[in-house]
């Protein structure tokens, strides 16, 4: 009698542990998406509605480019132009509230339509710095004297074909120094590649694509003729993502993302008279940014 006791108890235990257990599985309001990946273990609750912001830092590398400068009395341009970003070194300015916004930053708010989607918009602040000294093929035609008021070019007046010029600072500097920025929407989807037994901590693929309009802030000097201009809309830019989100916690987490894309600015300020001077160029990009973000109802 005593030992059926036991067994009807321990019977009755059991069935109580396996109803707590399945409490902490998905009921059929969690609608979990599907994973790229068969990962063993599986999320026990679902991202749809939650909203995210993260904040990083990137290096940005560009491939050459042609810039043609137009204007009254020239018209030329520079063929495979090499250019890098300027990331600030590793430093307190990161830190510091007033000096946060000096390095290459993103930032990036978001909101979940499904559990595995999400769409967003963001702000990717570059910089493009063209190298000088530099010896670039030139074509077309640059005046003894251009823009108005008129501005001497000396000896490098004429018509050119491919000839390699020899570029310094007296004659051309070009940068998006103050930005090169790029507003864009992106449309994202994420696969869980792991997840821990606490259903919180995981690593999850992030792949998206997007685009949205180029807003540089170009500080340019033709034959010591410019100025850091003021923002403005020069053209725009499309790209696509992928990388790895890990989730210390089911709302903290660190990203990794490399980004690939095409801008295409049509009005490019240069010398500061922006409605007879501008410059205009076509460039592939890629930006590879670390973050560190937040999720929230």
Known sequence: MKKRYILVLLLFVGQKIKAQENTNMPDGDVVIGKSLFSNEVKRDFSRKGDFYVHWGYNHSYYDKSD???????????????????RQSPLAWNYLNPGLITEPQYNLRVGYFIKDNYSV???WDHMKYVVDIPQSIATYGTIGS???????????????????????????LRYEHTDGFNYLNAQIERYDDIWVAPSHETSLTLETGIGGGPMIPRTDAHLFDQGRNNHWNVAGFGVSAEMGLKFYVSKHLYFQNTTKVGYVNLKNVHTTGRDNIDKASQKINF???LFAIGYEFK
Not at 67 to 84: C, E, M, Q, R
């Open 67 to 85: 810039i043609n400068f137009k204007g009254p009395g020239y018209d030329f341009t520079l063929k495979s132009v090499v250019a890098h970003d």
């Open 120 to 122: 967003s918009i963001g």
């Open 145 to 171: 004297e251009i823009s108005t008021p008129s501005v001497p070019t000396g000896s490098f007046a004429g018509t050119y074909n491919g000839q390699k010029l020899n570029w310094t600072s007296d004659q």
């Open 286 to 288: 890629v930006e590879n």
